[in-house]
């Protein structure tokens, strides 16, 4: 049994950890609605993006001059597997669920007797899959310095993997990242980006799609520098929707963990407390029975 | 007056104008235009410039933009700027540092097409400058 004041002295420990992690939550709070609105300022540029590129994609019609970073090297051996995570750690199950998928496809690549290269954007990432596939692991990017994510950013790491892809370095490029549905909740997402999936053609057919355009310069040449761009763009979504997330999932971890806190004071006090009253009692019994022996 | 046509000015980081406006000018890839409304479909990718925006009550207002695309319809015109920024919140440093950034670059480039393109859009930075400079 510990004495009264081993007790004492968890108690207080345990108080500053609470005080810590009822902080740590707060910052994640108020960062999280930044983040938040960071994310929310983004989307009209990527959907406006998104709208542009199906237009541009429907007048071409996948004709021969569409760029090779929109159809693919029309291989698909070597996969590269873009995975963002956060900077930093104390957020649940946040970065070992990107990793878990990022982990996953890996393992399923290599059965399949594909060839994978990593690029790792954040040290958490890094450091879980450094464990399995160091060797695989080409690069790792630190944002860690970066105060806040601005387009540059995501336009660096973009220009790499296109360079990267121009060399013949890799077929096709999947992306991961968790997406940001609320506070509580982040999916984690693979999210394929070189060669440019098809789907967004589907959604020309809305507004603008009957109007001819015309172009200038000529669509192909607009189309190699949008695509470019648009992985950019992707990229970009992709950190901040992490960085929202990493927020909001920091922040349920640390209200979790302060809350195990409170109940955790609760439990040592009351030990405390009866241990205490304990030796009163067995004071006062050696004080009576003493008087009684006279 | 003439006739408003919805204007947008979008950044990846953030939506800067959303209104109408009676004419616009943008500095495509081919040469500055102006924008007004009913203007036939045109997509063009621009340049480093200005962008001026003349809003419907014929306040006149002015963005450096670093690049991008429009998207123009005859109801109305998106511009997706890669950068762009309000012509009285221009960084001085920022865009010197661009410059520097686009003369390594051409230094740097490996063959001669990749040359002449670094080359192409250091002038047209250089010539923001200097429209910039007495403002």
Redesign the interface.
């Known amino acids: 049994m510990a004495s009264l004041k081993d007790l004492r002295n968890r108690i207080a420990s345990v108080k500053a950890t609470q005080k810590i992690t009822k902080a740590m939550q707060m910052v994640a709070a108020a960062k999280l609605r930044r983040a938040q609105e960071?994310a929310e300022?983004?989307r009209?540029?990527?959907e406006?993006?998104g709208?542009?590129l199906a237009?541009?994609t429907q007048a071409i019609g996948g004709g021969g001059d569409a760029p090779a970073l929109m159809t693919g090297t029309g291989r698909d051996d070597v996969h590269l597997l873009i995975v963002c995570t956060a900077e930093r750690g104390l957020c649940g199950g946040f970065n070992s669920q990107i990793a878990r998928l990022a982990r996953d496809h890996i393992r399923r690549l290599l059965a399949d007797g594909k060839q994978v290269k990593i690029i790792c954007v954040g040290k958490k990432g890094f450091d879980i899959l450094r464990r399995d596939y160091a060797s695989l692991i080409l690069e790792r990017i630190d944002l860690r310095e970066v105060k806040t994510l601005?387009?540059v950013n995501?336009?660096a790491i973009a220009r790499k993997v296109i360079h990267l892809f121009n060399e013949g370095g890799f077929d096709i490029c999947t992306l991961f990242y968790s997406q940001f549905k609320s506070v509580i909740s982040q999916i984690p997402t693979a999210q394929q980006i070189i060669p440019a999936a098809q789907a967004s053609t589907a959604a020309a057919t809305g507004n603008?799609a009957t109007?001819?355009?015309?172009?200038?310069?000529e669509?192909g040449?607009?189309l190699s520098?949008?695509i470019p761009?648009n992985i950019?763009?992707q990229i970009?979504r992709a950190l901040l929707e992490n960085a929202a997330g990493e927020m909001g999932a920091k922040m349920s971890a640390m209200d979790n963990a302060t809350r195990n806190a409170g109940d955790m004071i609760n439990r040592l006090s009351i030990t405390y407390n009866r241990q205490r009253q304990a030796q009163i009692t067995k004071e006062l019994i050696e004080i009576i029975s003493g008087a009684e022996a006279l | 007056m003439a006739e408003a046509f919805k204007f947008?000015l979008?950044?990846?980081?953030?939506?800067l104008v959303s209104e109408q406006v009676e004419s616009v000018v943008i500095p495509?890839?081919?040469g500055e235009m102006t924008m007004m409304a009913q203007h036939?479909?045109?997509?063009?990718?621009i340049k480093p410039g200005v962008v001026t925006v003349k809003a419907a009550g014929g306040k006149e207002d002015r963005y450096v933009v670093f690049g991008g695309?429009a998207?123009i319809?005859?109801s109305g015109c998106?511009l997706?700027a890669?950068?762009a920024v309000h012509v009285n919140d221009i960084d001085r440093a920022d865009l010197a540092r661009r410059i520097q950034d686009a003369r390594e670059d051409a230094a740097d480039a490996k063959d001669d097409v990749a040359r002449s393109r670094a080359e192409q859009f250091l002038s047209q930075l250089t010539t923001l400058e200097g429209a910039l400079l007495p403002a």
Do not use: Q, W
Not at chain 1, 211 to 217: D, G, K, L, Q, R
């Open positions: 960071a300022a983004a009209p540029y990527s406006r993006m709208a542009v237009n541009i601005g387009f995501a336009d603008g109007a001819v355009y015309e172009y200038e310069p669509p040449e607009i520098d949008l761009r950019a763009v970009f | 947008e979008v950044s990846p980081e953030r939506l495509g890839a081919e036939a479909p045109v997509m063009t990718t695309f998207d319809l005859p998106t997706l890669e950068s």
